[in-house]
């Protein structure tokens, strides 16, 4: 079965340092990878997306994302965080027209 | 900002009561979907539509019903509320499989 998973429920850093959001999925074929993010009663904003080509994707807001297939991860990274990045962020794949989330990793960035 | 909309934003109603979440985009996608996100914050699929006239249930059971008679328009109904039916809905929308979802704002509904 498809599923995807976010290992820390929460991720703390100081503004200016770098940042890093881990996903590990589980899916059949080739998946296709992305990234959304949840401000405080809001819905999801799309980030970025891994379809194929590139393993490194550049998303909006600075953010990126590297597919690494042997290690079945996507992580999602800044070089350098913002005190407003401070939101809740998802993880999703889809092989079959649906999106399965990771389960949310909340990223707080103190100034 | 996508456009896609969801109303109402807040809705606080007592057992029993029947309720339709309304949803409607303007980007002409075929495919829309429901999620239901509890505090726990996890997404669960409810409801997925692949255009008019075509609904099916998502991994995630629910006593709610949908209905696509109109490309852009895909309500929730739950025919009768109860408390266990408290949780955000956010409706979403995309042309196809391999391109990002559009998200509405979500609903919040609280139960009584």
């Known amino acids: 079965a498809q599923s995807v998973a976010q290992p820390e429920d929460q991720v703390n850093v100081a503004e200016g340092n770098p940042l890093t959001v881990k996903c590990t999925y589980s899916v059949s074929g080739n998946p296709y990878l992305f990234w959304y993010v949840q401000y405080p009663n809001r819905g999801l904003q799309f980030l970025l997306k891994?379809?194929?080509?590139?393993?490194l994707v550049k998303g909006s807001y600075g953010f990126e994302a590297e597919f690494n297939k042997s290690q079945t991860s996507f992580h999602l990274k800044k070089p350098s965080a913002l005190v407003s990045d401070s939101a809740l962020y998802f993880c999703a794949s889809s092989n079959t027209g649906k999106l399965i989330f990771g389960q949310g990793t909340t990223l707080q960035v103190k100034p | 900002e996508a456009d896609i909309y969801q109303t109402p934003r807040y809705l606080v109603i007592g057992t029993g009561k029947k309720i339709t979440l309304e949803c409607s985009q303007t980007?002409?996608?075929?495919?829309m979907y429901w999620y239901q996100q509890d505090p726990g914050m996890e997404l669960h699929l409810i409801h997925y539509s692949y255009g008019v006239n075509s609904t099916e249930k998502g991994d995630l059971s629910s006593e709610s019903t949908v209905s696509r008679i109109r490309t852009e328009h895909f309500p929730l109904t739950l025919e009768s509320a109860r408390p266990s039916h408290t949780s955000q809905y956010l409706c979403a929308s995309t042309w196809t499989s391999g391109n990002e979802q559009f998200f509405g704002p979500g609903t919040r509904l609280t139960v009584l």
């Open positions: 980007m002409g996608h075929d495919k």
């Open positions: 891994y379809i194929t080509g590139d393993n």
